[in-house]
């Protein structure tokens, strides 16, 4: 390995002369975090880091293919007025302004015509959970499933990892600042850390332990991507069948509660189509 020096570095537009005030983390002096990156190799050959950490948001970055080093001369990464451009540009954020909100970990994969952005929201060790929007563009704007743009600061939807229990376990929490990858047959799967509950018996700092978790996707027919809710075990794909649905199963919503474990709820699937509320297909 030869070290080439780094790539990018935190970047700000407050000069050199500010001070922050105690706890005013909202205005703090970066605007942007230089870490965790994702690099994202376009249909058209292009280069492009996607990277950032609380403060503002995230940004995309364009890269020389040769270098992986910035398309554009890096200036001074303590510009006054803006941040300097060359940086990168905002492709999402949680609230427009706001230099410390809970939004990390960004993961950018390309299917079908689309840029999918995966997002962290909130704290790591249980409230952690994973969005997605999409965007025909690289660069944004990147939308969500209700339409909403989140590169203007709107809501993240879907969730697709949430803080849950199915009723004869512990569940898991902290399911999020995930990798994304398939298996070149158009397998996707995602991976992440994930922990279990505080106070799980036996086990001292339950929730303190971070371990690697791999799920599978599926995919919506309007191609939205479903995380599976439990951890993959390479069981083969097999048809079910009709007469295999009716029964009791469990079901989980994930709408979102910050830090809360979203438990499963009894759902009845009948053999006449009826189900505990309304009708199945």
């Given at each position: 390995?030869?070290?080439?020096?780094y790539?990018?570095?935190?970047?700000?537009?407050?000069?050199?002369n500010?001070?922050?005030?105690?706890?005013?983390?909202?205005?703090?002096?970066?605007?942007?975090?230089?870490i965790?990156p994702?690099?994202?190799?376009t249909?058209?050959?292009?280069?492009?880091?996607?990277?950032?950490?609380?403060?503002s948001?995230?940004?995309?970055l364009?890269?020389?293919?040769?270098?992986?080093?910035?398309a554009?001369t890096?200036?001074q990464?303590?510009?006054?007025?803006?941040?300097?451009?060359?940086?990168?540009?905002?492709?999402?954020?949680?609230?427009?302004g706001?230099?410390?909100?809970?939004?990390e970990?960004?993961?950018?994969?390309?299917?079908?015509?689309?840029?999918?952005?995966?997002?962290?929201?909130?704290?790591?060790?249980?409230?952690?959970?994973?969005?997605?929007?999409?965007s025909?563009?690289?660069?944004?704007?990147y939308?969500?499933?209700?339409?909403k743009?989140?590169?203007?600061?709107?809501?993240a939807?879907?969730?697709?990892?949430?803080?849950?229990?199915?009723?004869?376990?512990?569940?898991?929490?902290?399911?999020?600042?995930?990798?994304?990858?398939?298996?070149?047959?158009?397998?996707?799967?995602?991976?992440?850390?994930?922990?279990?509950p505080?106070?799980?018996p036996?086990?001292?700092?339950?929730?303190?332990?971070?371990?690697?978790?791999?799920?599978?996707i599926?995919?919506?027919?309007?191609?939205?991507?479903l995380?599976?809710?439990?951890?993959?075990?390479?069981?083969?794909?097999?048809?079910i069948?009709?007469?295999?649905?009716?029964?009791?199963?469990?079901?989980?919503?994930?709408?979102?509660?910050?830090?809360?474990?979203?438990?499963?709820?009894?759902?009845?699937?009948?053999?006449?189509?009826?189900?505990?509320?309304g009708?199945?297909?």
């Amino acid at each position: 390995w030869v070290d080439k020096g780094y790539v990018i570095t935190n970047a700000s537009d407050k000069g050199l002369n500010f001070n922050v005030k105690p706890d005013d983390w909202a205005n703090c002096y970066y605007k942007w975090n230089a870490i965790d990156p994702s690099y994202v190799i376009t249909p058209e050959g292009e280069h492009w880091l996607v990277y950032g950490s609380w403060h503002s948001g995230i940004v995309a970055l364009k890269l020389n293919s040769e270098t992986g080093k910035p398309a554009e001369t890096l200036g001074q990464p303590w510009a006054t007025g803006q941040a300097p451009a060359e940086y990168g540009q905002l492709i999402a954020t949680r609230q427009t302004g706001n230099r410390w909100q809970a939004s990390e970990g960004p993961e950018v994969i390309y299917r079908d015509g689309y840029y999918y952005l995966f997002l962290a929201y909130d704290a790591l060790d249980v409230p952690y959970n994973t969005r997605v929007v999409r965007s025909k563009s690289i660069t944004g704007p990147y939308v969500g499933i209700d339409g909403k743009d989140v590169t203007a600061g709107a809501d993240a939807l879907p969730i697709v990892t949430h803080p849950y229990k199915f009723s004869k376990g512990y569940g898991w929490v902290g399911i999020a600042h995930c990798a994304i990858f398939d298996d070149g047959k158009d397998n996707w799967f995602y991976a992440s850390q994930g922990r279990l509950p505080k106070d799980v018996p036996g086990i001292n700092a339950s929730n303190a332990i971070m371990m690697g978790h791999v799920r599978s996707i599926r995919w919506t027919k309007d191609g939205w991507p479903l995380v599976m809710p439990e951890r993959y075990g390479a069981v083969p794909k097999v048809a079910i069948t009709e007469e295999e649905l009716p029964g009791n199963w469990e079901h989980i919503d994930l709408t979102y509660k910050y830090g809360e474990q979203r438990t499963s709820a009894t759902m009845t699937l009948a053999a006449d189509h009826t189900i505990t509320e309304g009708t199945w297909k």
